[in-house]
């Protein structure tokens, strides 16, 4: 390595990879992704953007991008699930932007994964290379091979490689991720589809006793809506990360609900489900010039709506930390990050398992409140 700027090599484009990538180009350093991917595709599913994670995406430079692609919400109001009465109104908008200093927004993940595609130049990114090996090497230098028989070298190597990820299983051996015994079943269809069904709300969550479906808008103009359930499902082989679902199950196990619910479901013509899984929180994330971000090291339960979010957070400060380093100290800078994170992210990891956000009063500042770019650091 000649380079006199540190060479850092990102496993996996996804929200986590690509944002570690963008602040860590923000801070100078020489970084290169690799994905298993041949293309990006625009899966079909919605994303909560935030406040916390609206920090980290305005110092990228994508905040008027994503405010123009986006749904911005007055609320995520809670409801039960029959009478429709409200638990709690988890109000956004104006008054969560004036005090939090940053946005709360509902968009579609392609929207969100190609914003932040933008802030990545094309010739960084190398698409069909799945990390099979890793080596770490005496002077420091880690040594990746890939199934398509390439190989490459990097000073440090960060890995958003996701909850089943090669890197932690070489680092620290093989485990299952927990599977909560819940299944998802999401979409995103045209809302023109809804035929005149009126929405209550820009984003609701409703509450059954044994099962729960969120709903939103993910464009400004309301054109495109999304649902995504969390139901327990006997039987369930849990063989697939994202399979087609049956929607006349899904329609079956909603039929007490509310008649609203029942005719977003009813309007949806295709679903996908997958299982809902996390990890208790890891005591350690890397060793040497290797660290892991987002899923990699803390997957959560969607409940709280912050797992990219985690992993945005990770990018802005493992590029603070990294900022100015030399290659002997990349480890320890490495240790920084994660000490700096292990802590929030546990936090999160446990709170999203207990499925309690916004079922009544909730405390909201300690996570959207935080900012990533500013946040003191040990």
Known sequence: MTNAVPSIAVIGAGMGGLAAAAALRLKGLDVTVYEQARRFTRIGAGIQIGCNA????????????????????????????????????????????????????????????????????DEIVRLDHRVVGLDQMGDGVVTLSFANGGTARADAVIAADGVNSLVKKILFGESSPNFTGRIAYRTVYPAARLGGLEILDDCTKWWGPDRHIIMYYVKPDRSEIYFVTSQPEPGFEFESWSATGDIGSLRDAFAEFHPQVRGVIAASSEVFKRPLVDREPMERWGEGNVTLLGDACHPMTPYMAQGAAMAIEDAAVLARCLDGVERAGIAPALRRYEANRQARTARMQLTSRQNAWGKGATDTDWVYGYNAWTAELA
């Open 54 to 121: 609206m920090h980290v995406l305005r110092g990228l430079g994508l905040e008027e991008r994503l405010r123009a692609d986006t749904f911005y919400p007055r609320s995520w109001n809670n409801r039960d699930s029959k009478t429709g009465d409200v638990m709690f109104d988890m109000e956004f908008g104006q008054p969560a932007e004036r005090r939090y200093g940053a946005p709360y927004l509902l968009a579609h993940r392609g929207d969100l994964h190609a914003a932040l595609a933008s802030a990545v130049p």
